[in-house]
């Protein structure tokens, strides 16, 4: 493994989140109450070391930027998405651990308000993460990439 294989470990991560993040809502819907926090707990570990990759990958490539590669309605499809996913980014780890501590605390009823935001932020932070990846290293690749 090297530097360059650290977006397609984050993507992995990323997509396995989703999928934790959508079992874990899934089994709070059923009132599986131990699935979920098995989920949740998974998908708080999961994003954790995706953060460690992502940090990790832009310490190693300091200055290299990676360029989208996309035109027309695809690039600013693309833009829009990289803006929205930074900012709720930035915001996700305090709503996760704020949920976090709560649901610990057993503070339920405080938890569930929370939830719904914190849900639909990872969620779509999540989701995004893995589109950014293919619109830069699948789907607009230049010409013998």
């Known amino acids: ?37 098995i989920c949740m707990g ?5 994003s954790l070391i995706f953060l460690v990759g992502y940090v990790t990958h832009k310490v190693l490539v300091h200055n290299v930027h990676t360029t989208f590669e996309g035109d027309g309605a695809f690039r600013i499809i693309y833009y829009l998405m990289l803006l929205t996913h930074i900012l709720l980014a930035m915001v996700m780890g305090p709503l996760i651990l704020r949920t976090l501590f709560l649901a610990l605390a057993g503070r339920i009823e405080q938890h569930r308000k929370w939830a719904r935001w914190t849900f639909s932020i990872w969620y779509y932070v999540s989701v995004t993460g893995v589109l950014i990846y293919f619109f830069l290293y699948v789907w607009f690749q230049p010409i013998g990439a």
């Open 1 to 37: 493994m090297n530097v360059s294989d650290i977006p397609t470990l984050n993507a992995g991560l990323n997509g396995l989140a989703t999928l934790l993040i959508t079992a874990g809502f899934v089994f709070i819907r059923l009132k599986r109450i131990t699935p979920h926090r």
């Open 42 to 46: 998974s998908a708080f570990a999961v």
